[in-house]
């Protein structure tokens, strides 16, 4: 079962895909989060909440999908009445080709010298540990908040103090925290992780700032329990209308140095992760991006993330700022 979630001015409805069609909700399910927090205070299941929640109110998703419609898609998952408590993450060098990505990226001649490297190798060795078992933890970084989330067809911003953005397809996780600080995987997605890989570049030490960026997921989100041993997927990059650049992926564990498991575990082991009400929405790595291949991105480039498993390809085009970064000064009060 695949979810999306649109808007119309300030009204909200969650919408149940049924191609070619949406089957929305009734009213009073505005957000997929208020299903999930019904869900996780307990009685029921998520796919009986949803099944209760059915209306006969159908739209053609076509006509929102390529944005003909009033109505728009948002991000498959959100906290609807508070982005502070919402938090973007995620996880590097988690695929078996992320080392290579990263030392194309940097040109160091001896990749295995690095410290990206010997992070790779002990995920290799040590990141897929076995059911209830500890493994060794991977890299991990932060986003922002959910005032940084974008739904599919919504711009992704180049502020005016970057160097660069480019694309990173991925595979998402979005998590609600119950009442009793209880984690709850309410699905995955697909994401485009967008990042500053120029400023990276520069310096392994950037990748902090450089992931402080604008980033988008869905259209759909997936809550049904799913195989996700391995998950083919494709990344386009489209100019004036003409494929410029494209790439097979693959993701899911099988292609991964960190189990899910894992990877949730070193997330939610912190107790400031598991606060009541919270919505978290993790990036888990990426197998490519044009950025390895040469390629910059242009204002209107289009970025198109697909993994069919997941539902229709998320496209995103890109905005740079043409403003001069400014001093933001601070003030003693």
């Known amino acids: 079962m695949r979810l999306v979630q649109i808007a119309r001015g300030s009204e909200r409805r969650v919408g149940v895909v049924e191609e070619p069609r949406l089957r929305l909700l009734k009213p009073t399910g505005t957000s997929i989060y208020v299903?999930?927090?019904?869900?996780?205070?307990?009685?029921?299941?998520?796919?009986?909440e949803i099944q209760r929640s059915l209306s006969s109110d159908l739209l053609d998703y076509d006509e929102i999908y390529e944005m003909r419609s009033e109505w728009?898609?948002?991000?498959?998952?959100?906290?609807p009445a508070d982005a502070a408590h919402c938090m973007?993450?995620?996880?590097g060098l988690t695929?078996?080709?992320?080392?290579?990505?990263r030392a194309a990226m940097h040109e160091h001649g001896d990749?295995?010298?690095t410290d990206s490297f010997k992070m790779f190798r002990m995920g290799l060795e040590g990141g897929n540990p076995g059911q209830r078992?500890?493994?060794?933890?991977?890299?991990?970084?932060?986003?922002?908040?959910?005032?940084?989330?974008?739904?599919?067809g919504e711009r992704l911003e180049v502020p005016s103090f970057a160097s660069d953005g480019g694309e990173e397809p991925e595979i998402v996780g979005v998590y609600v925290v119950g009442a009793g600080g209880e984690v709850f995987r309410v699905g995955l997605t697909a994401g485009n992780e967008f990042s500053d890989h120029r400023m990276e570049k520069v310096n392994y030490l950037y990748l902090a700032p450089?992931?402080?960026?604008?980033?988008?997921?869905?259209?759909?989100?997936?809550v049904d329990e799913i195989e996700f041993e391995s998950v083919e997927g494709k990344v386009a990059i489209t100019r004036n209308g003409s494929l410029i650049w494209s790439k097979q992926i693959w993701s899911g564990?099988?292609?991964?140095?960190?189990?899910?498991?894992?990877?949730?575990h070193h997330h939610f082991k912190y107790p400031a992760h598991r606060r009541p009400g919270d919505v978290h929405i993790h990036f888990f790595g990426a197998d490519a991006f044009s950025f390895g291949d040469g390629l910059k991105l242009e204002e209107d480039d289009e970025m198109s993330v697909s993994f069919p498993q997941f539902g229709r390809a998320l496209r995103n085009p890109i905005a740079v700022s043409k403003d001069e970064e400014e001093l933001v000064g601070v003030r003693t009060l």
């Open 88 to 91: 973007v993450s995620g996880t």
């Open 35 to 48: 299903l999930a927090s019904a869900v996780a205070a307990g009685g029921r299941t998520l796919e009986s």
């Open 253 to 264: 564990q099988n292609n991964m140095c960190h189990s899910v498991a894992n990877l949730e």
């Open 95 to 101: 695929h078996k080709a992320s080392a290579l990505n």
């Open 210 to 222: 450089s992931k402080l960026r604008t980033c988008a997921i869905g259209p759909e989100l997936t």
């Open 133 to 152: 078992k500890i493994g060794v933890q991977p890299e991990w970084f932060f986003k922002g908040d959910g005032s940084i989330l974008r739904g599919h």
């Open 72 to 79: 728009r898609l948002l991000p498959a998952f959100d906290h």
């Open 111 to 113: 990749a295995e010298a």
